[in-house]
């Protein structure tokens, strides 16, 4: 079946600093993948979209300068948050499409 | 444009009662629609999805769901609840025939009473 691997499952990085979240397929080709953040209790957030080899598509308030979203390859797609803050911190969760959704496992971002 | 609202975000039911949770849809194209589980701290599991193959949806760990046109509904059941149920579930709603995002409900939180 689809797998969509992400990574890290946690980390804790210093307020200004910057983080690198990846999403993998690693059974199946993506050339779309979809960045989702969720708050405490809440429900998933699409951030934006990411397309291989062109311009990630952003929802309407979402930073794009804030959070870079790079899909180099098929199988491969990062989100780096920029210049992190501590209202940044959430759980964020990549995934692709192939036979429906797959989604990673996610990864909570502390920011101290 | 594409919506899910799910009734009741938070659900209690007695271990091995039936369990029912419910979503509403709306959506101007045929949809896809799905049912998640997410487990503290961990991404979201395909419990079911409808692909207008069949109306009545079987899927994993004894759920199932039913597409109801005339009531824009696709509400989950289990018919006996296990404790390892209790989790977070979302519904959500994507455009059938397009290669498009997926758009999910504020989901509902299932406990388990012993």
């Known amino acids: 079946g689809a797998v969509v691997s992400q990574h890290p499952s946690r980390v804790i990085c210093k307020s200004g600093t910057s983080v690198k979240i990846e999403c993998r397929s690693l059974?199946?080709?993506?050339?779309?993948m979809f960045w989702y953040r969720q708050f405490p209790k809440q429900s998933l957030m699409l951030m934006a979209t990411?397309?291989?080899?062109?311009?990630?598509?952003?929802e309407q308030g979402v930073e794009k300068d804030k959070f870079l979203i790079n899909h180099a390859s098929l199988t491969l797609s990062t989100l780096t948050v920029t210049s992190a803050h501590p209202e940044d911190s959430s759980f964020y969760i990549c995934?692709?499409?192939?036979?429906?959704?797959?989604f990673g496992s996610g990864t909570r971002l502390t920011v101290v | 444009a594409q919506s899910v609202t799910q009734l009741g975000s938070h659900v209690s039911v007695s271990e091995g009662a039936l369990v029912l949770l419910r979503c509403n849809y709306s959506?101007?194209?045929?949809?896809?629609l799905f049912w998640y589980v997410q487990y503290p701290n961990q991404g979201l599991q395909l419990l079911l999805k409808y692909t207008s193959a069949a109306t009545l949806v079987k899927g994993i760990n004894g759920f199932e769901a039913e597409f109801k046109k005339s009531e824009t509904s696709f509400h989950l059941t289990k018919p006996s609840a296990h404790m390892s149920d209790a989790a977070e579930y979302f519904c959500a709603v994507s455009p059938m025939n397009r290669d498009d995002k997926i758009i999910f409900g504020k989901g509902t939180r299932l406990h388990i009473l012993p």
């Open positions: 959506s101007s194209v045929p949809p896809y």
């Open positions: 059974d199946f080709q993506a050339t779309t």
């Open positions: 990411s397309n291989e080899g062109s311009k990630a598509t952003y």
């Open positions: 995934s692709a499409r192939r036979n429906g959704y797959t």
